[in-house]
């Protein structure tokens, strides 16, 4: 079983800058794809972005597009989900995934994701 931790959520405000921190075992040794979802208060777990095992294919959701920078380190681990120019509508708790099947692609769907961290919440007041 892979584990997989998240980390860097807080309280900011409108504008402000966070980074989120993604860590999951045996990461170095695999070639996994990982990504960033979110669930706010009453709506379902949307996708945020993705990275391939190789970090040659990155992709981000329209609404954090241009304000959310994915990146993983020179071992690909740890991952890292760089969150500027943050908006009221980005609150939710963070959660980082691990996809074990990158030969199927980038993916955006919940269920293609085989190990999930327990989630970090980030919360921007106005």
């Known amino acids: 079983q892979v584990q997989v931790v998240e980390s860097g959520g807080g309280l900011v405000q409108a504008g402000d800058s966070l980074t989120l921190s993604c860590t999951a075992s045996?990461?170095?040794?695999?070639?996994?794809?990982m990504g960033w979802f979110r669930q706010a208060s009453g709506k379902e777990r949307e996708f945020v972005a993705a990275i391939s095992w190789n970090n040659g294919i990155i992709e981000y959701a329209d609404s954090v597009k241009g304000r959310f920078t994915l990146s993983r380190d020179n071992f690909k681990n740890p991952l890292y989900l760089q969150m500027n120019s943050l908006k009221p509508e980005d609150t939710a708790v963070y959660y980082c995934?691990?996809?074990?099947?990158?030969?199927?692609?980038?993916?955006?769907?919940?269920?293609?994701?085989?190990?999930w961290g327990q989630g970090t919440q980030v919360t921007v007041s106005s």
């Open positions: 995934a691990v996809d074990r099947s990158p030969w199927m692609g980038l993916r955006r769907a919940l269920t293609a994701y085989n190990y």
């Open positions: 045996q990461a170095t040794f695999a070639t996994y794809n």
